[in-house]
């Protein structure tokens, strides 16, 4: 049985964007222009008044506009090139969402990076005996940084506070446990 | 986890986004001189531009056709999706189990886990095969690895309910859900 392989396509595409959202407004808006297009040249091909502009009024406007055009070509030909931009970063961008992918022995295991962060603060904020919301934690990639405002009057052991996330992130894989700062505020709270 | 073809969109994307702004270019060359002046050495765009009267039908033959295609390709989007877990064939017999099931079971273990908000089962055809994919909310300020370890009990009870292993994809996530539920306390 080949569960691997697919494990592997569920959790790369559970990792990256689907550009399928944004495809399928540009599919759309591109059928709305194409027919356009199309009606006015039937139009003009059956003799008829145009809807707007006739094939041939659109095209030396487009190339060549008169004073009246020349504002709306302009804020077309922005618009167009500002569209076209954002279109090819998406294609080409890799797209990831905020999602760790996490060696596991069975199936395939993707952690939002707010998980892994709420995680760290956890064994930070139990390690270091500070409430709950006195501990917060970022998670980047592998990196994660623990930010602690410690109770007045209790120290904090930076050390023990870093192997303690240390030790919580090895459980889920022992990359993120690689590199972790701890940071205590010089300023306490009271409990 | 769907069917859409990600390669595709890509390169549906690229391809309307580089028209746009060679269109958008072409028309700003008309207006902006400085545009003009920019691509002027590279090519020479043409400052009119007759539209002879027999290629009007090919012009609207081709839009249709463009019309055609995007519209197929956007309502035959995503797909994939499937109510039924495990299918067993044995001869003329089918034995299938639907996804209810698995959502069951996997509630059920889940069920009274700390920090676990809530769990959400879907299945998939990935590549001829059966895929689920369980996503479970953890609670804010949760700890991920004691969920974790859950969910691997879960899988392990699914293994044995259902005879195989059918490939799974775990997802902790956060969500709204466990945005407004209760932060853990520090006892």
Not at chain 1, 84 to 113: E, M, Y
Request: proline share 3%; net charge positive; glycine share 8%.
């Amino acid at each position: 049985m080949s569960n691997g392989s697919v494990e592997r396509r569920i959790r790369r595409r559970s990792v990256h964007r689907s550009r399928s959202t944004a495809v399928a407004v540009a599919l759309v808006v591109l059928a709305l222009v194409a027919a356009w297009i199309g009606t006015e040249s039937v139009l003009r091909a059956i003799g008829r008044p145009p809807l707007l502009a006739d094939p041939q009024t659109a095209v030396d406007a487009a190339l060549q506009p008169d004073a009246a055009f020349v504002t709306i070509a302009e804020v077309i030909a922005v618009v167009l090139v500002v569209l076209g931009i954002v279109l090819i970063v998406l294609a080409l961008k890799p797209g990831r969402q905020h999602r760790s992918v996490v060696q596991h022995d069975r199936g395939a295991v993707v952690i939002d990076t707010r998980i892994v962060a709420s995680t760290a603060a956890n064994a930070a904020g139990t390690a270091a005996g500070v409430p709950e919301g006195n501990a917060s934690a970022t998670a980047r990639g592998r990196r994660t940084d623990v930010r602690i405002v410690p109770v007045t009057g209790i120290p904090v052991d930076e050390q023990a506070v870093q192997a303690a996330v240390r030790d919580r992130l090895s459980g889920l894989d022992e990359r993120f446990g690689r590199n972790i700062r701890v940071r205590v505020d010089e300023k306490g709270t009271l409990a | 986890m769907t069917k859409s073809n990600r390669t595709m969109n890509r390169i549906i994307l690229f391809v309307l986004g580089l028209v746009a702004v060679v269109v958008g270019l072409t028309i700003g060359a008309g207006v902006v001189p400085a545009v003009q002046d920019a691509i002027k050495p590279t090519v020479d765009l043409p400052s009119s531009l007759d539209v002879p009267a027999s290629s009007l039908w090919i012009v609207a033959a081709a839009c249709a056709v463009v019309i055609v295609l995007a519209l197929v390709w956007v309502f035959t989007r995503g797909g994939g999706g499937t109510s039924v877990a495990v299918r067993e064939r044995s001869g003329e017999d089918a034995v299938t189990v639907n996804v209810a099931l698995v959502r069951d079971v996997v509630e059920h273990e889940l069920a009274g886990v700390r920090d676990v908000v809530g769990s959400r089962v879907d299945t998939y055809l990935v590549r001829k095969q059966r895929a689920a994919r369980i996503r479970v909310a953890v609670r804010r300020g949760g700890d991920a690895v004691s969920v974790l370890d859950a969910v691997d009990r879960a899988v392990a009870v699914l293994d044995r309910t259902l005879g195989r292993q059918v490939p799974v994809l775990v997802h902790l996530t956060g969500g709204t859900r466990s945005a407004l539920a209760k932060s853990t306390r520090v006892h």
